[in-house]
């Protein structure tokens, strides 16, 4: 549990469960310690004796349709996708619930923010970001934490599943190209003859300007000569008779 804070840690510890959370993923997956922490709370709405210990795949849906319905009972804002995340042993999403959970039981926030902001994306990408480049997934490893074999038997659509394992190898060659882009030297990544090339362009343009500025002027100075002003004289005449 050293996932949690100290503060949580002890507020797990006062409920004084049957079971202890050593590593929350696994041991929060068939939501049998979910429950137990709400009957601490709601002892005659959620009753233990209609949840299984079991971590078949039918116990751990049991659990969690009971669970589906209370949170619905009460208006919890606990989604799907966040308990689907805790039954398919999902990092991210475990510890999500269990800042949800935290926040419901004790009107109290996280004592610091161990996870992203709630998603409903049940990939690790965030947490791989966070974690140093010897550390993190290859692309097989990271279709294997991402999609589970249970999430496999509990939807079993082949198009929809391989639509997720391309999103994951996808998002996994973008980190990987972040990665050499920041780290080169790392990678062993050498320039190309363009890049160590010199740019001349912006001599070339500075040359151009340079040389169209006389121009110009001349130009505008022609302009102001042919702007002339012309003023009507009236001249005084002497008058003639004519003689009959």
């Given at each position: 549990?050293?996932?949690?804070?100290?503060?949580?840690?002890?507020?797990?510890?006062?409920?004084?469960?049957?079971?202890?959370?050593?590593?929350?993923?696994?041991?929060?997956?068939?939501?049998?310690?979910?429950?137990?922490?709400?009957?601490?709370?709601?002892?005659?709405e959620?009753?233990?004796?209609?949840?299984?210990?079991?971590?078949?795949?039918?116990?751990?849906?049991?659990?969690?349709?009971?669970?589906?319905?209370?949170?619905?009972?009460?208006?919890?804002?606990?989604?799907?996708?966040?308990?689907?995340?805790?039954?398919?042993?999902?990092?991210?999403?475990?510890?999500?619930?269990?800042?949800?959970i935290?926040?419901?039981?004790?009107?109290?926030?996280?004592?610091?923010?161990?996870?992203s902001?709630?998603?409903?994306?049940?990939?690790?990408?965030?947490?791989?970001?966070?974690?140093?480049?010897?550390?993190?997934?290859?692309?097989?490893?990271?279709?294997?934490?991402?999609?589970m074999?249970?999430?496999?038997?509990?939807?079993?659509?082949?198009?929809?599943?391989?639509?997720k394992?391309?999103?994951?190898?996808?998002?996994?060659?973008?980190?990987?190209?972040k990665?050499?882009?920041?780290d080169?030297?790392?990678?062993?990544?050498?320039?190309?003859?363009?890049?160590?090339?010199?740019?001349?362009?912006?001599?070339?343009?500075?040359?151009?300007?340079?040389?169209?500025?006389?121009?110009?002027?001349?130009?505008?100075?022609?302009?102001?000569?042919?702007?002339?002003?012309?003023?009507?004289?009236?001249?005084?005449?002497?008058?003639?008779?004519?003689?009959?």
């Open positions: 549990m050293s996932e949690f804070p100290r503060e949580v840690l002890m507020w797990i510890q006062s409920l004084d469960l049957n079971s202890k959370i050593v590593v929350p993923k696994w041991d929060l997956a068939n939501g049998y310690l979910i429950a137990e922490i709400f009957n601490r709370y709601y002892p005659f959620v009753e233990m004796t209609y949840f299984n210990k079991g971590s078949s795949l039918y116990a751990k849906q049991h659990n969690w349709q009971e669970l589906s319905k209370f949170f619905k009972k009460k208006k919890f804002d606990i989604s799907q996708t966040c308990i689907d995340g805790t039954m398919f042993c999902k990092e991210t999403q475990c510890m999500q619930m269990m800042q949800l935290y926040k419901i039981l004790t009107d109290r926030k996280w004592p610091f923010s161990v996870v902001p709630i998603s409903d994306d049940l990939c690790d990408y965030d947490y791989q970001m966070r974690l140093p480049l010897h550390a993190q997934s290859t692309a097989t490893k990271s279709v294997k934490n991402n999609i074999f249970t999430e496999l038997l509990v939807y079993p659509n082949q198009l929809l599943n391989a639509r394992a391309q999103k994951i190898i996808d998002r996994h060659m973008e980190l990987r190209l990665k050499r882009v920041e080169p030297e790392r990678f062993h990544v050498h320039p190309t003859l363009g890049q160590q090339t010199v740019r001349q362009q912006n001599i070339v343009a500075h040359k151009e300007d340079v040389e169209k500025a006389p121009l110009k002027k001349a130009v505008s100075d022609s302009i102001n000569d042919m702007n002339v002003r012309f003023k009507d004289i009236k001249l005084k005449q002497p008058f003639i008779t004519q003689l009959q």
